[in-house]
């Protein structure tokens, strides 16, 4: 998603209590951050605007959730987002934290030690022309290095419009390890619970397009 550049964002997010952009250290250390780090911690990557990460919070009160965007002016939009949604819901946050870097690289920022029992990715870049499509948050090389911070059992929730990266991406989940809790093509028929809709999804959804959407469980690599 592109984003103009808002010059009030880094300012806002540097007093956010709930954000770091710190992140070369932090492998390991994410659990930390959060007031009850025992709980199970889920990340969202490439989070957008925040209206899913802030709708996972409030209804999943006792999972904590990072969402995390390469971009920080996307963050900026996503905290005020946050901020309006749980002061309307009359929530306290102490379950939701905001991270900027590079997912491409997220081996570099995150490890085997901070137990990721879900990732979401919702909505990514399709990367449909040529050699692009090694760019995609669900090629195989990005799934392996996923494979490195899920605990076993792990479970990867995507999300698409994009009929040719749906089709891609379950042929990328088979041959990385994952097999398929849930595959659909038409999400808005499932009631899923925690399938919050995000701007993309509405705005698809509005046009008619059908949204794509896979739970899938990491296996043993071992495993048949």
């Given at each position: 998603m592109r984003i103009r550049r808002k010059k009030w964002a880094r300012p806002e997010l540097a007093e956010c209590p709930y954000y770091t952009d710190n992140t070369e250290d932090m492998a390991g250390k994410w659990r930390q951050l959060f007031p009850h780090p025992e709980r199970e911690l889920y990340l969202e990557v490439g989070c957008g605007k925040g209206h899913f990460a802030a709708a996972h919070a409030l209804r999943f009160g006792d999972i904590n959730i990072i969402a995390a965007d390469i971009k920080a002016d996307m963050l900026g939009v996503a905290r005020r987002n946050i901020e309006s949604i749980f002061a309307e819901a009359g929530h306290t946050n102490d379950n939701l934290y905001l991270a900027c870097f590079n997912v491409a690289d997220i081996s570099r920022f995150m490890g085997a030690e901070d137990r990721i029992g879900?990732?979401?990715?919702?909505?990514c870049n399709p990367w449909n022309r040529g050699k692009h499509n090694k760019r995609r948050l669900t090629h195989p090389r990005q799934l392996m290095q996923y494979r490195q911070i899920l605990v076993p059992g792990g479970e990867i929730h995507f999300k698409t419009d994009d009929d040719t990266l749906f089709a891609d991406s379950l042929e990328y989940f088979?041959?990385?390890?994952?097999?398929?809790l849930l595959v659909t093509y038409d999400l808005h028929s499932e009631g899923i619970a925690d399938s919050f809709p995000t701007e993309h999804e509405r705005m698809f959804s509005e046009e008619g397009i059908k949204i794509k959407y896979a739970r899938m469980r990491m296996k043993d690599m071992e495993q048949p």
């Open positions: 879900r990732i979401y990715i919702n909505f088979a041959e990385c390890g994952f097999e398929p």
